[in-house]
């Protein structure tokens, strides 16, 4: 596969598209402002905000965004999406009422119920039709599926273990084992002092609503020299092995090169099979990882490097991709499309560009984004899921995506040739820490201060 996958020209066209529309903006105000001489006008300045070197995804204040980005009524796209291309030629596979011309609308899901620092939202693989929400702090909740769900109940209870004291510090990740009806058994992703931790629980066999504190078995355990970029999700694959997100180790511009560091685990995606422990250990490593059996050095756990803090990404199954949003440095925030042993350039490179040279390392070698976007538009990528639900026909096949600090959403279509067709969905007024799929593959949002939302179509 071409090392270069990007396509310049549609990013080309939205460059052209969205100055003009800035322009014609200004027009129209500078008008209105001549008809009423008198109206104090907000000035329609950016702040100009320059990524501090420790850039953090959950860290931003609320008025730190840039406010004449944020339209009046919160949930209703009041401009046109940017990069409304015509869509691609190819025939559409997702059926007669396809559009992508999809107008999206958020409503709360769950109006009874608020959670503290929520950061994932999953649903157990066993058609019981329940949510889980990880909060920062430790606890895992659980609640029926239902807008008028009234409680939610703490099926796992880690804020004894859990270190919590940095904003990107805490409970970070949950996936549920494939076989988990028989089983019984989750994982959880976590830093305590010391570092991060995975590691496996079970379920009380008479009480689904309640994981056992102390069942843990740790499974891996690495050091984190910063406070910040600690990853986040872990996610079974479909080819039942367990996929870990992990940042670069923190501070800003990964001063001790992790990333490109195949010795250590930090700016990774990790694979690990749960299943097949090898000796003395929780885990094996599946026969095909990239640097099994090599001589040198690298740890066999690594299913792809050179990543900043991926700490979002999901699978494609119609497609058998692997999606993974990588949060930028002081510039670019980027999606890639994770491939077995791949390097993905950080720190080498910061999205498309530059960001440091190294000895050693052949930039051709390096997989550039499939998408990115520059600072002020976003800055600090939330990634999401492809959509296949029923009650979005517009939206399916699309990867939906956010910007914590900026709050804004986009959906992205991406063809087998990897052209790009991005559009922006919705701009809000949320944190957005995470997306989540229910059983039936409904899209939700999850906002840092504490609310869930759902997507649904505009009538
Ligand atoms: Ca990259």
Redesign the pocket.
């Known amino acids: 596969m071409s090392k270069v996958i990007r396509k310049a020209t549609i990013k080309s066209v939205k460059k052209l598209v969205f100055p003009i529309l800035i322009l014609l903006l200004i027009v129209f105000v500078v008008g209105c402002q001549a008809l009423e001489p008198s109206q104090d006008l907000e000035p329609s300045t950016i702040p100009s905000q320059e990524g501090s070197d420790t850039e953090q995804p959950y860290s931003e204040q609320p008025d730190s965004k840039p406010a004449s980005a944020k339209p009046s009524v919160l949930f209703s796209p009041t401009v046109e999406p940017i990069g409304t291309e015509a869509p691609t030629e190819s025939e559409e596979p997702f059926g007669e009422d396809y559009s992508r011309e999809v107008k999206i609308v958020l409503t709360e899901a769950y109006p009874l119920l608020s959670f503290n620092s929520p950061l994932e939202f999953v649903h157990a693989v066993d058609d019981s039709d329940r949510i889980f929400v990880v909060e920062k702090d430790g606890r895992i909740l659980v609640f029926s599926n239902n807008p008028e769900a009234d409680e939610a109940k703490v099926f796992l209870d880690l804020t004894a273990k859990v270190d919590n004291r940095a904003s990107e510090k805490g409970l970070l990740g949950l996936a549920f084992h494939p076989d988990y009806t028989r089983n019984g058994y989750f994982f959880v992703n976590y830093t305590d002092r010391e570092g991060t931790v995975i590691a496996r629980y079970k379920v009380e066999q008479n009480d689904p609503d309640m994981g056992l504190a102390d069942s843990e078995e740790v499974l891996l355990t690495f050091s984190q020299p910063y406070n910040n970029h600690n990853g986040g999700r872990i996610e079974f694959g479909k080819d039942g092995h367990l996929y870990i997100a992990t940042g670069d180790g923190g501070s800003g511009g990964d001063p001790q090169n992790n990333s490109q560091n195949r010795s250590n685990l930090l700016g990774k995606i990790l694979r690990i099979d749960v299943d097949n422990p090898k000796q003395g250990a929780l885990y094996g490593i599946p026969a095909d990882n990239p640097f099994v059996g090599n001589d040198q050095g690298f740890r066999e756990e690594i299913y792809a490097y050179?990543?900043?803090n991926p700490w979002k990404f999901s699978f494609d199954y119609h497609r058998n991709w692997l999606w993974a949003a990588?949060v930028g440095q002081n510039k670019i925030e980027?999606i890639?499309i994770i491939k077995k042993g791949e390097n993905?350039?950080?720190n080498i490179?910061?999205?498309?560009q530059i960001y440091s040279s190294q000895v050693g390392v052949n930039q051709e070698d390096?997989?550039?984004?499939v998408w990115e976007y520059e600072h002020p538009i976003g800055k600090s990528i939330t990634g999401g899921f492809v959509y296949y639900g029923d009650e979005i026909p517009g939206l399916r096949g699309a990867y939906v995506y956010g910007d914590f600090v900026t709050g804004m959403i986009w959906a992205l279509w991406l063809d087998e040739d990897l052209s790009a067709d991005n559009r922006l969905l919705l701009e809000t007024d949320l944190m957005i820490s995470s997306f989540g799929l229910d059983q039936n593959n409904e899209m939700y949002v999850v906002d840092f201060n504490g609310k869930i939302y759902r997507l649904s179509q505009k009538s």
Do not use: C, F, H, K
């Not at 390096?366 to 984004?369: I, K």
């Open positions: 050179g990543l900043r990588d980027e890639n993905y350039g950080w490179m910061e999205g498309s390096l997989v550039l984004p």
